[in-house]
C-alpha cells in the first residue's frame, strides 16, 4: 500500500487545549486507528529533509556541493524514499487494528511542520482544536509544576506567547487541498458536542452515526474515567512497545478536568494584562472576546453561543 492510498489525518493545535481528549474519542472509532505520539515529522521526518539541504550545499562546503546523498539521488527520489518510511510507520499503526482504513497522528508540535507534512503527505487533513488561550496559559502553568517542566511556561507571558504561535501556525493548515476542519474545545463541552464529534467523523471520511458519536463522546467525557482507564481502546500500540510489554501510561493529570474561563478565578489584573500584550489581539479575532477592554472588566460576561 502506497502513502498516497492511505486516508491520513492530522488533529493539531497548541498544547493543553484538548487534542489528546479528542484524539481518543476519534480514535476509538472502528474505522481510525491513531497511535501515542510519534514525534515523527518534528523529529524524524524533518531532519531528513535537512540532511538532503545539507548535503546539496555540500554540508557548508562551497566546493563541494551535491556530494553525499545527491551523488546517487535526486531531490524526487529522497522524497519518495522519506514518503515510504511514512508509509512503513503508518501502515504498521493501520495492521494492529483489524478494520481501520483512516490513520490520524496528534501531535501539537506539528502546528511548525505544516509545510513538511503537506511536502510528504499532501493528500492530508487537518483538524484544528482551538481554546481559549487564557485557560491555556492556566492549564500550562499548572502542568509547568509537575510533568511538564521541561516544556511548559510558567508564566502568562510565555504561555501566551506559545498559545499564540501555536495556533497562527496551526491554521497555516488552512490551504490544505484535502481539507481543514476547526473544532472548538468549548463547544465540545456543550450539549452539541455528540453532533460536532459526528461531524468530525464524516470530514475523516469514517461512518458518522449519530448513536455512534454519542457513545464515544459519553465514553471519554471528561471526569469520567481515570488518566490509565482513558489508555483503553483509543490508541493504537504495537511495535516495541508491545514486543518488550512495556508499561505504558500518561502522567498524572495528563487529561484535566472539563473547564472553560477557568482564568476567571486565576487572573489578576497584572496577568491580565500580561496575556492582553501578547495574544490580545488573537483571542479577538477568534471570537472569545468582542474587544481588549476585558483586560478591566471586573465582571465577566460570555459571548453569544459561548461560555
Known amino acids: 500500500m502506497a502513502l498516497a492510498e492511505i486516508p491520513v489525518v492530522y488533529v493539531i493545535g497548541a498544547p493543553r487545549s484538548g487534542t489528546t481528549w479528542f484524539q481518543l474519542m476519534l480514535g476509538s472509532h472502528p474505522e481510525v486507528a491513531t497511535p501515542v505520539e510519534l514525534d515523527f515529522f518534528s523529529s524524524v521526518v524533518a531532519s531528513l529533509y535537512e540532511i538532503w539541504g545539507q548535503h546539496s550545499e555540500g554540508n557548508g562546503r562551497a566546493a563541494r556541493p551535491n556530494w553525499g546523498l545527491p551523488a546517487t539521488l535526486t531531490e524526487a527520489e529522497w522524497e519518495d524514499t522519506i514518503r515510504s518510511i511514512v508509509e512503513r510507520v503508518y501502515r504498521s499503526v493501520l495492521e494492529a487494528k483489524p478494520g481501520a482504513t483512516v490513520m490520524l497522528e496528534k501531535e501539537p508540535r506539528y502546528y511548525r511542520f505544516v509545510d513538511t507534512i503537506l511536502r510528504t503527505v499532501p493528500h492530508a487533513r487537518f483538524v484544528h482544536v482551538i481554546r481559549d488561550g487564557r485557560d491555556v496559559a492556566c492549564s500550562m502553568m499548572r502542568v509547568s509544576k509537575k510533568w511538564g517542566r521541561e516544556w511548559a511556561p510558567d508564566s502568562v507571558s510565555h504561555?501566551?506567547?506559545?498559545?499564540?504561535?501555536?495556533?497562527?501556525?496551526?491554521?497555516?493548515?488552512?490551504?490544505?487541498?484535502?481539507?481543514?476542519?476547526?473544532?472548538?474545545?468549548?463547544?465540545?463541552?456543550?450539549?452539541?458536542?455528540?453532533?460536532?464529534?459526528?461531524r468530525t467523523f464524516a470530514f475523516c471520511g469514517v461512518s458518522a452515526e449519530p448513536e455512534l458519536a454519542q457513545?464515544?463522546?459519553?465514553?471519554?467525557?471528561?471526569?469520567?474515567?481515570?488518566?490509565?482507564?482513558?489508555?483503553?481502546?483509543?490508541?493504537?500500540?504495537?511495535?516495541?512497545?508491545?514486543?518488550?510489554?512495556?508499561?505504558?501510561?500518561?502522567?498524572?493529570?495528563?487529561?484535566?478536568?472539563?473547564?472553560?474561563?477557568?482564568?476567571?478565578?486565576?487572573?489578576?489584573?497584572?496577568?491580565r494584562q500580561a496575556f492582553d500584550s501578547v495574544a490580545g489581539d488573537l483571542l479577538v479575532r477568534l471570537g472569545y472576546e468582542p474587544d481588549r477592554s476585558w483586560t478591566k472588566a471586573q465582571a465577566w460576561t460570555p459571548l453569544p453561543g459561548r461560555r
Open 215 to 271: 457513545r464515544l463522546y459519553d465514553r471519554y467525557r471528561h471526569g469520567s474515567r481515570s488518566n490509565d482507564e482513558l489508555l483503553e481502546g483509543g490508541l493504537v500500540w504495537t511495535g516495541e512497545a508491545v514486543r518488550s510489554a512495556s508499561d505504558v501510561s500518561f502522567p498524572e493529570s495528563f487529561i484535566g478536568p472539563a473547564a472553560a474561563g477557568v482564568w476567571r478565578d486565576r487572573f489578576g489584573p497584572g496577568d
Open 159 to 198: 504561555a501566551a506567547h506559545l498559545w499564540s504561535e501555536a495556533v497562527r501556525g496551526a491554521t497555516e493548515a488552512k490551504g490544505a487541498p484535502a481539507g481543514y476542519m476547526e473544532v472548538r474545545y468549548e463547544d465540545l463541552l456543550e450539549d452539541a458536542g455528540p453532533d460536532l464529534l459526528r
